[in-house]
């Protein structure tokens, strides 16, 4: 081919609104576009502190193979790319630039209203452009046990026995780096002397419905016996080296690999001829830990739709959010409220998997002291409320196993626990939110109430659409050693809002409510169910791994509070259906509540696998009383008020199993008289 054209002569683009004539982009195309830029926020749009246009530069510009960074298949046709792996750099200097002009931003006639709509066209355009987030596999919800301690085959069979044992459930175990035969530097081979029969482990593991993946400090070839790499990071033989190391490890029974990049070595970032960007490392680093699994899957594994990997938070580049998930680095056990932070802000920039060391990488125990039972319910009951629900700690810690806490700490983290795994089909239908739009699971406030001053704070989030989780920092004016704090300032957004362990419902005007808590038990967590909302458990919660969950049988939580006073309030939800179901299309859920004290449910899809619904309808007020209900057949059980997460409140709970339709729909009628109240 000809050589590439000279790079064109700067350019100044100016881009303006008609026809209030607003200059929304005055700039050098190419010199004043960042290729790393930060996302605008909701908040920021609405109040002119982000611009109305976002401007992208795809810097340093390489096309890579159909195969991406896996050694070339033996027909593949390189043409002018021969001796190459594939990757076309050529024209690495040629940036181009990419102008998101954000609709309903620019000018004064902002609205928040038309700012949400313009900041979820802008959020879809960008994931068009840059590809969507990766539909994750289900057991990636379920609880994640690791710890960088130097197992046995013995010790770590006897653990996962242990935590079953307990009745905690657990999907995801890990070896940090000590699988690995050290003796020969950062190679692929196993430590026989720690698993004498690594095959064997991997299927007692997998016999127990569980995943299993390793710790990888990615050495460079060559980099071993202390030498320099013997290859660039897109050379055949650095690509060919890092394929066959990590397939033999897959190919013994792995499920997937932790790119670790915080550590005293690792891959170095891509600098390009003649391009003044670099790809930064981590970006690199987790694309080509993504590229080997997904080509290993394919070709050895082709039942495995899904996959997953852990690789580091740190790298702004603009596609990185195809490489889920991501974790935070080696945080402090005292940094609660800068995980909560780091969550929230992970969604906005559009990774929305970041996640901390669950309890903190470094701790007390690190000194030989106990670790705090107080501290370490909080971080549990962040983290099971959270993205990617992962306990992890240092090589010098004690583990945070919660049968060696101390207290009432497991009981704590077995509930918790236990929370989460029973709300799996509501978290499953967040992360097919985040694959379809972008949308996070844990999402600050401002993406739903972008004008109100308090929605931006950092420290209170939805999980998914209907639950607000406000966790308490054991160390906000507090010692390291305690006594350490229980209280909570928190905002509630405008509507009514249900306390998930007392029931008390707090109904907030206009501007949203603050709300002061003061020594909130250990056992418990501010949590809120949405009044207005929708949330989807499974009836029997007793499984242990999200592969043994049955999904045929599904509750469905209602909330019956005071009637809308003049139109229906109209609340859609969305539920996907669980990976291994033969249910194509989402199970559409409708809560209609009208003036009259009717409330209509209406549950619309296949029943291939969800055969039967509990409704559970809440009373609150006991002067409130149902009338009429139900439909197709509906009997009513009359309990007391048990919500969502089992706890006893004052009120009633009406439950009603409704059996699907042939043809996949449902209606559910409830008519409350609120005249007494």
């Known amino acids: 081919p000809p050589p590439p054209p000279p790079p064109p002569p700067s350019l100044n683009l100016v881009l303006t609104a008609l026809p209030s004539g607003d200059v929304l982009y005055n700039g050098r195309v190419g010199h ?20 109305a246009v976002f401007a992208l530069r795809d810097s340093p510009r390489f096309v890579p193979p159909p195969w991406g960074a896996t050694p070339a298949p033996p027909n593949a046709d390189l043409g002018p790319l021969a001796n190459t792996s594939g ?31 313009g900041y979820s066209s802008f959020r879809a355009e960008f994931y068009r452009l840059t590809g969507a987030v990766p539909l994750l596999p289900d057991w990636a919800w379920g609880f994640w046990f690791t710890w960088y301690h130097p197992y046995n085959q013995s010790e770590k069979t006897a653990e996962i026995n242990h935590f079953l044992d307990d009745h905690i459930p657990m999907d995801v175990v890990s070896l940090d780096m000590d699988w690995r035969n050290l003796t020969v530097d950062y190679l692929y081979k196993v430590n026989t002397d720690l698993f004498p029969n690594m095959t064997g482990f991997f299927d007692f593991v997998h016999s127990k419905s569980l995943k299993i993946f390793f710790n990888d400090h990615p050495a460079p070839l060559g980099v071993q016996n202390g030498k320099q790499a013997e290859a660039p990071e897109m050379s055949p033989a650095e690509i060919k080296f890092r394929w066959d190391g990590q397939t033999s490890i897959l190919d013994m029974g792995l499920d997937f690999w932790w790119f670790d990049c915080h550590w005293k ?28 699994m997904t080509r290993f899957y394919i070709e050895d594994r082709p039942a495995v739709t899904r996959t997953v990997m852990l690789g580091c938070s740190t790298s702004d580049h603009p596609a990185n959010h195809r490489t889920p998930v991501w974790w935070t680095g080696d945080n402090q056990y005292t940094a609660l409220a800068q995980a909560v932070n780091d969550e929230i802000m992970g969604g906005l920039d559009f990774k929305p998997y970041v996640h901390p060391d669950c309890t903190g990488h470094h701790g007390i125990d690190e000194s030989g002291k106990p670790y705090p039972p107080e501290v370490y319910a909080r971080w549990v009951q962040f983290c099971s409320f959270g993205t990617i629900y992962r306990i992890h700690s240092s090589i010098y810690s004690l ?18 626990t236990r929370m989460r795994y ?49 966790p308490i920092d054991p160390f906000a004016n507090a010692s390291q050693t305690g006594p350490f704090n229980s209280d909570r300032e928190l905002w509630l957004p405008e509507g009514s809002w249900v306390d998930a362990f007392s029931g008390q419902v707090t109904t907030a ?5 603050n709300v002061s808590l003061t020594n909130v038990p250990v056992e418990i967590a501010p949590i809120y169910h949405r009044g207005s909302g929708l949330l989807v458990t499974l009836t029997d919660d007793t499984a242990l791994s999200t592969q043994l969950q049955d999904w045929s049988r599904l509750s469905l939580d209602v909330h019956l509070l005071a009637p809308p006073a003049t139109s229906p309030k109209v609340v859609h939800r969305t539920l996907a259906p669980p990976e291994a179901s033969r249910i194509t299309a989402p199970i559409q859920l409708r809560k209609t509540a009208f003036p009259n004290g009717t409330v ?15 409704i559970k309808a809440h009373l609150v007020d006991d002067c409130a009383f149902v009338t009429n209900s139900g439909g197709a057949g509906a009997k009513a059980v009359h309990t007391a008020r048990q919500l969502p997460f089992r706890s006893i409140a004052p009120g009633r709970t009406l439950e009603y199993e409704v059996a699907m339709s042939p043809a996949g729909v449902r209606r559910f009628v409830v008519d409350v008289d609120h005249s007494r109240c």
């Open 32 to 51: 004043d576009v960042r290729n790393e830029p930060p996302i605008p926020t909701p908040a920021e749009l609405l109040s002119g502190a982000a611009p």
């Open 265 to 292: 070595f690792s891959v170095p970032p891509i600098v390009l001829p003649g391009s003044t960007d670099a790809f930064d490392y981590a970006a690199w680093g987790q694309r080509v830990f993504w590229d080997v």
């Open 422 to 470: 029973s709300m799996i089909p509501t978290i499953v239908a967040a992360g097919a939110a985040v694959s379809a739009s972008g949308l996070p699971m844990v999402r600050r406030l401002d993406l739903e109430w972008p004008s109100e001053p308090q929605a931006v704070r950092t420290d209170q989030y939805l999980l998914g659409d209907d639950i607000l989780v406000a």
């Open 509 to 513: 005007p206009a501007g949203g409510k």
């Open 600 to 614: 209509a449910v209406e549950i619309e899809g296949a029943p291939v696998d969800v055969g039967t619904w509990t």
């Open 87 to 117: 990757y076309d750099t050529r024209y690495a200097p040629q940036a181009d630039c990419y102008f998101f002009v954000i609709p309903g931003v620019g000018g004064d006639s902002r609205t928040p209203t038309g700012v949400l709509s």
């Open 399 to 416: 583990g945070r196993r919660p049968w060696t806490i101390g207290g009432n700490a497991e009981a704590i983290m077995r509930n918790f």
